[in-house]
């Protein structure tokens, strides 16, 4: 057993002299529920509490180089954690009020192996094999202690520890005296507050006194240079001051100390050697003006700039009581867009929660209306006109930004602006703004100090006898300036490897109709004939189960019917989904979204005895075509929302708990007749913890007046494909249609021109599964700023990130996990090759000396670099593989087999195309020496 122990000694020496000869890990200290696993995979060590649920062997497998350790207090026991009751009085030595906890005697013989079986055991039973050990020298806080015998039982409990549990990693939380002794068996040590400190027991943050802080930065350096372990300083700020944050995390790291400066309870995500970027902004609505969330103007406006611009969108309804998490580690500003005002009831809250979060230094937009008086109770420096304009009018400035899609029109007789306090106005820039017959200055927009506004109807203007809208201002420099949005590298979901998103999906409607052509066949059999055949793209093509099932509508068909539906499933390009079992129009009964007199509430396919139920809807038409339509092996894996397409949070939970992924919805429909950007939707919403994911162009529906003609209006989705992808590219192509289009012969043929515009471009043709999967890793992704550059991580289906033109290109030498980058209509496109990368970007664009993807109809399956510049590499495609490759001097591709590719062509001095008649390849760049 010594020998046993010795020799375990011995390996953790020489582990822990390895980690101090390594680079200096990232740490996050992290004690609250909000933050992703992505956003703490952005750190080498995360420390979360593990009673949050968190799984560390996923965490691992998903993102190898980082890792979650959990929170474990040695000398305390809060009295939440459950093994409280299982200690003996007589180990209790002490109570912490202030935090609620007891301290416990570290001299029991018997007191390690409680603790490795009772806190360490069941945690690392879930997989933790780090471990942040806190409250090492809490037994100073009792009357009596005998100082050598509390340190005598420290030490045994961390040699328990390493013999029960070989392989486990420790962090400690001071116990600088015992470190001498038991550093071969530790990774780290910790101690808080260097400079900036909490007093718990005035509730108050504080600054560190110099004679305290030259004792403990002695006391770490001596650490750190005696017994060459890694020192971790966390320090504690307002969770607002991030400038305080950000300038506290710099002077510790200056120091050669691993910074963590979080807030009080380290319950906000602070900045250590990472900072991460802040991407969600929260959107105040009220939803008694609207029928639904996805019908508030906020979303339907204001989302999709915001998920251009990489920021994720949050809503809070002001008729609830509003979060009080909103904090700028992960916010990065607050929207109101209400269409009038807010109940009387929730005035005062409403205000009062505004008047904190600008106290905190959130910026804020006010958009179209306040919802209510503004007076002086709100630090805005802004006062309503309340009709005290003297007419008329005439306009006093207006910033570039305006009249992006319109001008702004001449002000109403009954036009009301905010007046600005002197010192605001001083501060503030007007992009909008009027001067009365009096020489009165009004304000319709403008950047304030503490965000900005913009009043109707200067923001959104409808077109008088139509039903379309314009934007009268830009919306992605409105959002940035006021809300102080910043560049990062952008998660983008409409691009692969340097080219656009091709996916082809189909709603089942009227699978059994018959079409207007000789024979007249079922639409089914018609799609597969004269689409599918020909088109051998990936498709994702969905049934309504009532339409072709023996129990369904039409019985006497149904043995064709599902005949043509399992040769269509059986294609190899087609995956499979249900577009429900009865068609309902509306997903969402609650109200207001349906009253009394709504004749929407059963408007479905009308089957006898039925009633609407959501879960034979989803999981029942799953079910059905599973058993008696799929093709062994081949599971459906999409559901195709149908009618309004605006499910409730429980129908989404449906669709999640049976393992779905869902789409539809969104009717992006942006044409020359239409030319705003009104007309083009987010990525998706959200709604009670689950994600709804838009098409990404609306179907031919839209296109042919609600299929009342004309029937050839589909070809008119050309032109939304074109406008969806200049400027700016906003959409993936997306040739979304219903069995009708297949009925007709002139929706035949725009369903062709469709076809041909989309396959005449460089595009990565995919599933629909595949681009739903990338929306919700939008979602997850995270970035962050470290010395080197950017760091990004995400679960790893969204594999592009997008650069605004102030971060230029991607640095090849300098990156890790970055195949190449094309250049994109709206800044350069970098190609990821798993679910963490490292990017250093440059605005002076020099050529490279490395070889790199240029671009790709396909996924990369791998990405090898080797040290002499050479790459070994997979392409993983669905159709022909067609890619693009920088090689410079001295490089040349091969494949595996050391030949040549089935054709190729240079493109440039440096650029050269490639084609193969395989959809997969494995290829090698092979470079000399650089």
């Known amino acids: 057993m010594k020998a046993l122990l010795r020799s375990c000694l011995i390996c953790c020496a020489l582990l822990a002299a390895m980690w101090a000869q390594a680079a200096t890990p990232s740490v996050a200290v992290y004690y609250g529920k909000d933050a992703t696993m992505s956003e703490l995979a952005l750190y080498d060590i995360a420390v979360v509490e593990p009673e949050h649920g968190y799984d560390p062997v996923k965490f691992k497998q998903t993102w190898p180089n980082s890792e979650l350790y959990a929170y474990a207090s040695v000398a305390e026991a809060g009295d939440d954690r459950a093994y409280l009751s299982k200690i003996p009085a007589a180990w209790k030595m002490a109570r912490n009020g202030v935090w609620q906890s007891t301290v416990i005697d570290q001299t029991p013989e018997q007191w390690p192996a409680f603790f490795a079986d009772e806190v360490i055991g069941p945690l690392w039973q879930k997989g933790f094999r780090g471990f942040f050990l806190d409250t090492m020298d809490s037994y100073r806080l009792a009357e009596k202690f005998d100082e050598a015998a509390q340190q005598d039982g420290l030490v045994r409990v961390i040699k328990t520890l390493n013999e029960r549990f070989p392989g486990i990693k420790l962090i400690l939380n001071r116990g600088f005296e015992i470190v001498p002794r038991v550093k071969g068996l530790i990774q780290m040590v910790a101690a808080e507050s260097l400079f900036r400190g909490w007093d718990a027991n005035l509730k108050r943050y504080i600054d560190v006194p110099a004679k305290d802080r030259e004792w403990l930065l002695s006391q770490l350096q001596t650490i750190r240079e005696r017994d060459k372990l890694p020192v971790l300083a966390i320090d504690y700020v307002p969770p607002h001051d991030r400038d305080a944050t950000r300038a506290t995390a710099k002077k510790i790291a200056e120091l050669g100390i691993i910074p963590w400066v979080a807030d009080s309870v380290l319950y906000t995500l602070g900045i250590g050697t990472v900072e991460a970027q802040a991407r969600h902004v929260l959107i105040l609505y009220n939803s008694s003006d609207y029928p639904t969330l996805n019908e508030t103007a906020a979303h339907r406006f204001a989302e999709m700039p915001l998920n251009y611009m990489g920021y994720i969108a949050d809503y809070a309804d002001v008729r609830k009581a509003l979060p009080q998490n909103i904090t700028r580690d992960r916010y990065a500003g607050i929207i109101t867009w209400f269409g009038g005002s807010i109940p009387d009831q929730r005035v005062k809250d409403v205000r009062q929660w505004l008047a904190n979060q600008s106290q905190q230094k959130m910026p804020i937009l006010v958009l179209n209306t306040p919802g209510f008086a503004v007076d002086r109770t709100l630090p805005f420096g802004v006062r309503s006109s309340e009709g005290a304009a003297t007419q008329p009018l ?33 501060k503030s820039q007007q992009l909008l703004s009027f001067d009365d017959a009096k020489g009165k200055r009004f304000v319709s927009a403008a950047i304030t100090p503490w965000g900005g506004f913009v009043l109707m109807p200067y923001l959104i203007e409808e077109v008088p006898g139509t ?107 087609v995956e499979i989904a249900s577009h429900s079992y009865s068609h309902p129009f509306l997903w969402d009964h609650a109200p207001p979204r349906v009253g009394k ?168 043709p995919v599933f629909a599964s595949e681009y739903i999967r990338k929306v919700q890793d939008f979602y997850e992704f995270s970035v962050g700023k470290d010395e080197h550059g950017w760091r990004m991580r995400g679960p790893g289906q969204l594999r592009t990130v997008r650069l605004p033109d102030s971060l230029g290109t991607p640095v090849m030498k300098g990156s890790i996990n970055v195949a190449g980058y094309q250049k994109g209509p709206d800044g350069y ?102």
Request: glycine share 6%.
């Open 829 to 930: 496109y970098a190609h990821l090759t798993s679910s963490s990368a490292q990017m250093q970007t440059q605005t002076v664009v020099t050529p490279p000396k490395q070889a790199y993807l240029v671009d790709a109809n396909a996924r990369l399956s791998s990405w090898q670099p080797q040290a002499d510049g050479s790459v070994s590499f997979s392409l993983q495609g669905h159709v022909p593989l067609e890619w693009r490759m920088y090689l410079p001097q001295g490089c040349s591709l091969t494949t595996a087999q050391n030949a040549a590719p089935s054709s190729a062509s240079s493109d440039s001095l440096f650029i050269r195309s490639f084609r193969s008649t395989q959809t997969s390849a494995k290829l090698k760049v092979q470079c000399r020496a650089l």
């Open 394 to 426: 005439k306009k006093a400035a207006q910033a570039s930004i305006y009249g992006f899609e319109m001008q702004p029109l001449p002000p109403s007789f009954d036009y009301e602006g905010w007046t600005l306090a002197p010192e605001t106005l001083q």
């Open 467 to 573: 039903n379309q809208s314009r934007w009268v201002v830009n919306p992605f420099a409105l959002l940035q300036q006021t809300l102080r949005l910043a560049d990062f590298p952008i998660p983008d979901v409409t691009t692969e490897n340097g080219r656009r998103l091709l996916l082809a999906h189909v709603d089942g409607d009227s699978f059994p109709s018959k079409a207007e052509v000789p024979g007249s066949p079922f639409a089914g059999e018609m799609l597969r004939r004269e689409i599918l055949e020909l088109y051998r793209i990936p498709h994702t093509i969905s049934v309504i189960e009532a339409e072709i099932s023996p129990q369904g509508l039409y019985p006497q068909w149904s043995k064709q019917l599902e005949s043509i539906a399992q040769r269509i499933f059986a294609m190899p390009h």
């Open 597 to 764: 007199e709504d004749k929407e509430v059963n408007l479905n396919l009308h089957i006898p005895g039925y009633v609407m139920d959501l879960h034979r809807e989803i999981k029942g038409s799953v079910d059905y075509i599973q058993k008696n339509l799929a093709p062994p092996g081949k599971p459906v894996g999409v559901f195709l929302w149908s009618g309004d397409t605006a499910p409730s949070a429980e129908a989404l939970a449906i669709s999640d708990a049976a393992g779905l992924l869902n789409l539809n919805g969104g009717d992006t429909s942006i044409t020359r007749n239409k030319p705003s950007l009104t007309e083009v939707m987010s990525w998706g919403i959200r709604k009670g913890g689950h994600l709804q994911v838009y098409a990404p162009i609306t179907n031919e529906n839209i296109y042919t007046n609600l299929w009342h003609g004309p029937f050839y209006g589909f070809e008119k989705v050309t032109e939304t494909f074109e406008m969806t992808d200049s400027p700016r590219r906003l959409k993936a192509i997306d040739i979304y249609y219903h069995f009708y289009s297949v009925s007709k012969v002139a929706s035949i043929k725009a369903l062709h021109s469709a076809y041909k515009w989309a396959l005449s471009r460089a595009v990565n």
